[in-house]
């Protein structure tokens, strides 16, 4: 039962953090620079139809914009490159310069960039990033709360911020769903099991709050 | 300390009355997320595999180099007028049966179900257009593997209690199947959002009892619902101090030696001289008022004494704060600050001490005033 007790304080712990906490914070959402800028149609000379014509594979289209400037995002299935909207030339994969530069752009902060690599395989990932987003530049700026930015390699995209306060939330979830491994599995025996002590717990702290106050009253009434 | 030991209890005792029914909610429903199957929880049960680009088929796309799609910078944006000051942000080119159309997006949020404007172009002819219910239904008969009668679709506004955080409209398709499906897709481009069945609504519920998520909206971070608001971070609040003060009330306990953990410790033997009035009898004397009782060694003599039905007179329960348990040992003990406190040092020089100080296993015979009947009978039947 001590084990169900410490569990109460860990629950009750973790879940004060998480709903205190605004999610969008957490997901750091506030680390980017609000973008403003339009599109501007004018400066795009490239439509569609020439992609296609010029990339068979492709099956989608996006225009958008990288830094200001326009961008198609070419999806090709498996793959995605980008295109120079006002030029329709290839553009390059993301370089180490480039992503320095995009990360500064987008950071809602001016901290200087503290470490900068490219991640290209889930051996070398963070747990904090989705293996989907591969390959990616991890951007590490010096600001409070270890920002950090992940690039696409491929569209330039800002596909995941992280800080501290996402990481302790990532570590409160772990105590807070009793996965001490992974922290992704909800359906584990330790949970039911101290879940359903404390289930016992409660019922039986139940009754003796009304014995309590069952107390109080009659020495009240005395 | 002692006065801190009396606050965990009353906090204690007052929380739980507010917390325990959500504790309890909060148990249970977690107990269901860890035995639920997640797989029907997600109500896609019946929902077929559909690539993100609405099953483009590989001729469509082949010959879509033959289609002669208007330039972006051609369309006329101008029908954007219902939100002028909206920046564009973003032209997606989107295939709805087979057909390409420009998504021209000028607000979206991180998450697809903040609120989003954007309209629906003809990429061909350029024009301004909007899904008919018949595409919408081909699509959703698409999507859906359970053989029943899909309803005609039907343009509804947010908010939806299939799916609360969404705060853009949604096209729902019925099925007529027993587990109630609901099929959802976007009103501007058709995409299946999300099937909703019976099971995935259990689901919901939960988490909204889980979440607390009552509709008593206060202090949102954002209308979507969710965990951030103002009433369970008070009740968070209120069950972690439950738990703080629980786990301070154990410890204290535990020292005091009052729990059931000493169930496998010997008892000690005591004599106890009791009267039920003033004076106290003389330690020494071979009183007939005498009884030998076995007690806890290490739980406090207040209680030792009071599980043997020995009430002594006390205003704090063994706080040490009312000065009330005295009795007489025949060894002498010592002073502990409670006493010094609560008791005049001519009765402390005499041998006067608070049986809630020390614990059983200090003492071997002693003499004391009893409180209540029970006292009384139990130590007459007794002695
Ligand atoms: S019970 Fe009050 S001082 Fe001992």
Avoid at chain 1, 1 to 26: C, K, N, R
Avoid at chain 2, 255 to 267: A, C, N, T, V
Wanted: aromatic letters at 10%.
């Amino acid at each position: 039962m001590a084990a169900v007790g410490l569990q109460f304080l860990l629950w009750t712990f973790t879940g004060v953090y998480m709903v205190s906490m605004d999610i969008h914070y957490i997901h750091g959402e506030s680390l980017i620079k609000p973008q403003s800028t339009t599109l501007n149609l004018s400066s795009v000379k490239v439509s569609m139809s020439t992609l296609f014509a010029q990339y068979p594979n492709a099956s989608n289209f996006t225009l958008t914009q990288l830094m200001g400037s326009p961008i198609y995002i070419v999806s090709t299935g498996s793959s995605k490159f980008i295109v120079d909207g006002s030029t329709g030339v290839r553009k390059p994969s993301i370089d180490e310069e480039t992503a320095r530069e995009i990360a500064q752009f987008y950071y809602v902060k001016s901290d200087a960039i503290e470490n900068t690599r490219l991640i290209q395989s889930s051996a070398e990932m963070p747990a904090e990033l989705s293996s989907r987003y591969l390959p990616v530049w991890q951007v590490e700026f010096e600001g409070i709360a270890n920002p950090t930015f992940y690039i696409s390699q491929q569209t330039g995209e800002v596909v995941t911020k992280r800080h501290d306060y996402w990481r302790i939330f990532d570590w409160m979830w772990r105590f807070h769903i009793m996965d001490y491994d992974d922290g992704e599995n909800v359906a584990n025996w330790f949970l039911f099991i101290i879940a359903a002590l404390g289930v016992a717990a409660v019922l039986s702290g139940s009754v003796l709050l009304i014995v309590r106050f069952g107390e109080a009253r009659s020495e009240h009434t005395r | 300390m002692a006065s801190f030991k009396l606050k965990a209890a009353w906090v204690h005792k007052w929380l739980s009355l507010l917390v325990g029914i959500q504790l309890l909610i909060w148990l249970v429903t977690g107990l269901y997320f860890n035995l639920m199957d997640a797989e029907k929880a997600s109500g896609n049960e019946l929902r077929a595999a559909m690539p993100s680009n609405l099953a483009l088929k590989e001729t469509t796309r082949r010959d879509a180099f033959f289609l002669k799609m208007l330039p972006v910078n051609e369309l006329a944006l101008g029908e954007r007028a219902s939100h002028p000051t909206e920046p564009l942000k973003k032209i997606e080119l989107v295939w709805v049966l087979e057909h390409p159309y420009y998504h021209v997006i000028s607000r979206q949020g991180p998450h697809a179900y903040q609120p989003r404007s954007s309209l629906l172009f003809d990429a061909v002819s350029g024009n301004r257009t909007a899904l008919t219910p018949a595409q919408i239904s081909q699509i959703a008969n698409s999507s859906y593997t359970g053989g029943s009668a899909l309803s005609r679709p039907e343009l509804i506004q947010p908010p939806f209690s299939d799916y609360a955080a969404q705060q853009n409209p949604m096209w729902k398709v019925s099925a007529n199947d027993k587990n109630n499906t609901a099929i959802y897709l976007d009103s501007v481009t058709g995409q299946v959002i999300k099937h909703v069945n019976d099971d995935a609504r259990l689901k919901a519920l939960m988490f909204k009892l889980h979440f607390m998520d009552y509709g008593l909206h206060f202090m949102d971070y954002d209308s979507s619902g969710g965990f951030n608001h103002g009433l369970i971070i008070i009740f968070a609040i209120s069950a972690l101090m439950l738990s703080v003060s629980g786990i301070i009330l154990l410890v204290q306990r535990y020292q005091k030696g009052s729990f059931s953990l000493s169930i496998f410790s010997k008892k000690r033997s005591v004599s106890v001289i009791y009267s039920s009035a003033l004076p106290f009898s003389d330690i020494h004397s071979n009183s007939s008022a005498t009884l030998t009782v076995k007690l806890d060694p290490k739980s406090s003599l207040f209680r030792g004494l009071s599980r043997e039905g020995i009430h002594l007179s006390s205003l704090c329960d063994g706080a040490g704060t009312c000065g009330k348990c005295k009795f007489l040992a025949d060894n002498h003990l010592a002073i502990t600050p409670a006493e010094k406190v609560n008791l005049p040092s001519s009765e402390l020089d005499k041998g006067y001490r608070l049986a809630c100080q020390h614990k059983c296993s200090e003492v071997s015979k002693i003499s004391v005033i009893t409180v209540g009947s029970s006292a009384g009978s139990s130590a007459g039947n007794s002695g």
